[in-house]
């Protein structure tokens, strides 16, 4: 095979596209034609498309588009038996674009893909652009990550690593800089282990998602053996373990491996299979990539039936881990009970507090994973007397026992004042799953002449606050940026609040406003008064 061309300034391309082809015959000129209609037109990129040992027809296509189009289009071959990394790695010595893009001979780019993706990356500095991802046909892609376009995206706060294909823009200058190819030691997840390192390495991530860039064709390659899916979430954790420090940040990333690769070798697929052998050869490997991997940050991040059979695997109940499978694939099951005790919530899954198999209460708890909806729908102003009116309940439990309150909290010192609610029946308010929350409305009166100690509320600034509570269980959010559409939002001057405490010559006054964020808070500040201003 042919050594790397020589790259000059003048040479340099927007983009290398690196297209991997194996017996894609009937899928790879739709592919090429795809690429060569690209909006940013031919000057400001380059296909790289290398022949992986295709035993069909795909060799002449490419011949007959690298003869075509010499200016744009390069060519490859692989032996029959290497495996796709060592392709891909070829396509990478190849590249000469500033930013680079791999692709399989049945994937399509829309007509715009690259001409966004590459503006995103200059625009916003970005190591790595992921573009949208429709299905060619009914095969699933990922979406979670692709609800919006993001110029910035935290790694460790985001669903974005959840998708681990390569067919990202990534910085070439990037991979040449922390020397990034496919390990061709690790064939079933070279892929994963590229992108993973490429998305720890960046400095910056962005999202291209307004409108479908890729057309993901079919997969390629066969299914893995369950203990084949296993090896794999052994390698990826050990990779992440390698580039990430032990904290949140590597229990986010293990958390994906846990859910995604070692879940369904330890599920369904799992329990059935007719082959005992095979069975237990996989729960044994299971429990000791559990017993290597699985930190407890990881472990509370994963969802509770999962977290639960992993306890009882790692442990080597794999009896009980198979009952565990069994409910979570009955589709008749109802949904588990909550338990509330003490401001604590817990799901009464299999097991819970079962004495025979003693797993931690910590173990079902879902208090942090309460949801609070809330919404502010009115905003007035008497005097000192600031009027809020809106609604906030748990999405999961009953609005009985309510002690929500308002929390206003000085940005700085972190002083506060707390305000009662009234509750207001309304039996048209429902939860997401269309059930009552009768007594989830609140109006409350903040009096900012006179708190609890008799005083006005001091100068700073005071940010506002929910303290949701209902059945025990409390939760804080933010008020202000979930509001409806006739809350007036409109800048007002300065509300005189009190004489100043602290001097006879100043006024205390309020200024509400909206934060960049749409969160309300409220200045409080000593002036002179002002002539008339009364």
């Known amino acids: 095979m042919s050594s790397p061309a020589p790259v000059h300034p003048a040479d340099i391309r927007d983009v290398t596209v690196v297209v991997r082809v194996s017996n894609h015959a009937a899928t790879v000129g739709a592919c090429f034609d795809s690429l060569l209609g690209q909006s940013v037109g031919a000057a400001r990129m380059e ?5 992986d ?3 069909d027809d795909s060799a002449s296509v490419l011949g007959r588009f690298a003869r075509d189009h010499p200016a744009v289009v ?10 796709p990394a060592a392709a891909r790695n070829w396509g990478l010595s190849q590249a000469g ?6 692709l399989e001979g049945s994937d399509r780019l829309a007509p715009d893909a690259l001409e966004r993706m590459v503006t995103a990356a200059d625009k916003n500095e970005s190591d790595v652009v992921l573009g949208k991802p429709v299905s060619s046909d009914r095969h699933p892609v990922p979406t979670a990550m692709f609800r919006r376009s993001r110029a910035v995206t935290d790694l460790y706060d985001s669903r974005v690593y959840w998708t681990l294909s390569a067919d990202k823009l990534f910085r070439t200058e990037l991979l040449r800089r922390r020397g990034l190819e496919f390990p061709t030691d690790m064939a079933d997840s070279a892929e994963m282990a590229f992108t993973a390192a490429a998305f720890v390495g960046a400095d910056n991530i962005s999202v291209v998602a307004d409108e479908p860039c890729l057309i993901k064709g079919p997969p390629t390659g066969s299914a893995l053996r369950l203990i084949d899916q296993v090896d794999r979430a052994a390698h990826m954790m050990g990779l992440v373990s390698s580039l990430v420090p032990a904290g949140p940040r590597r229990d986010h990333l293990l958390s994906r491996h846990l859910e995604t690769e070692l879940g369904p070798a330890t599920g369904a697929s799992l329990t059935g299979t007719a082959s005992r052998d095979e069975r237990e050869r996989t729960a044994w490997a299971a429990r000791d990539v559990l017993n290597t991997h699985l930190t407890p940050g990881a472990h509370a991040l994963l969802p509770k039936p999962i977290a639960v059979r992993y306890a009882l695997l790692a442990s080597g109940r794999f009896a009980e881990a198979e009952r565990m499978v069994a409910y979570e694939t009955d589709k008749e099951q109802p949904a588990p009970r909550k338990t509330v005790e003490n401001g604590r919530v817990f799901t009464t899954l299999p097991f819970f507090r079962d004495p025979g198999t003693g797993l931690p209460d910590e173990l079902f708890e879902i208090t942090d994973r309460m949801t609070v909806r809330h919404q502010l729908t009115a905003v007035r102003w008497t005097g000192s007397i600031l009027g ?11 609005t009985r026992d309510r002690a929500t309150k308002v929390v206003l909290r000085e940005r700085h010192s972190g002083a506060e004042e707390r305000f009662s609610v009234t509750a207001r029946r309304d039996e048209k308010l429902l939860n997401s799953k269309g059930k009552p929350r009768a007594m989830g409305r609140f109006s409350t009166r903040i009096n900012l002449r006179q708190t609890s100690s008799g005083w006005p509320v001091a100068p700073g600034i005071w940010d506002i606050y929910l303290s949701v509570s209902f059945e025990g269980v409390t939760k804080e959010v933010r008020v202000g940026r979930e509001r409806s559409e006739d809350v007036d939002t409109t800048g007002r001057a300065p509300v ?3 004489p100043s405490p602290g001097s006879t010559q100043h006024e205390l006054v309020a200024t509400p406003f909206y934060t960049a964020d749409g969160d309300l808070s409220i200045e409080m500040a000593e002036r002179l008064p002002v002539p008339g201003g009364r």
């Open 47 to 51: 296909v790289v498309a290398v022949d």
């Open 53 to 55: 040992g295709s035993t």
């Open 74 to 83: 390069r060519t490859g071959r692989q032996p029959i038996g290497v495996n």
């Open 97 to 102: 674009g500033r930013y680079i893009i791999f």
């Open 388 to 398: 809020l009116d809106g609604f906030a309940f748990f999405d999961q439990l009953s």
């Open 496 to 498: 005189v609040i009190a």
